[in-house]
């Protein structure tokens, strides 16, 4: 492909932070599942670039099979396993904690315990 693996995997693991941390994700689909027009949008986001890159770099992510499911306005689709999205999440995590977003009371509350807050 034109873009490189890890720009890739980079934006799948912060779209597979972004639905298991999301509110309304997580209420509609626990988290495992999101519509296309979200992912599409989230991943556009994630690119910097022309409107025609753009396409071509979602392509690219979608043809590595990591995505499942819907490929077009209003359908669903989800990671492959949910282990490849809970890995890819644990990476963006990772990366945010090399960012120095980690501290007590504020990262894990924010996001580790966010479930908690909407199901108790």
């Excluded at 932070?17 to 309304?24: A, C, I, W």
């Excluded at 296309?36 to 099979?65: C, M, Q, V």
Aim: charged residues 30%; proline residues 1%; negative net charge.
């Amino acid at each position: 492909g034109n873009f490189s693996t890890d720009k890739k995997i980079d934006a799948l693991a912060k779209l597979g932070f972004y639905m298991q941390t999301n509110p309304e994700i997580i209420q509609k689909y626990g988290g495992r599942l999101v519509d296309y027009n979200t992912a599409r949008s989230f991943l556009d986001g994630e690119f910097s670039g022309s409107d025609e890159s753009k396409t071509k770099f979602f392509n690219e992510i979608w043809e590595s099979g990591l995505l499942v499911g819907g490929v077009k306005e209003g359908e669903l689709c989800r990671f492959l396993h949910l282990t490849i999205q809970e890995y890819l999440t644990a990476r963006a995590i990772k990366t945010k904690l090399d960012e120095k977003e980690f501290t007590v009371g504020g990262f894990i509350d924010k996001y580790v315990r966010y479930e908690d807050k909407i199901f108790s």
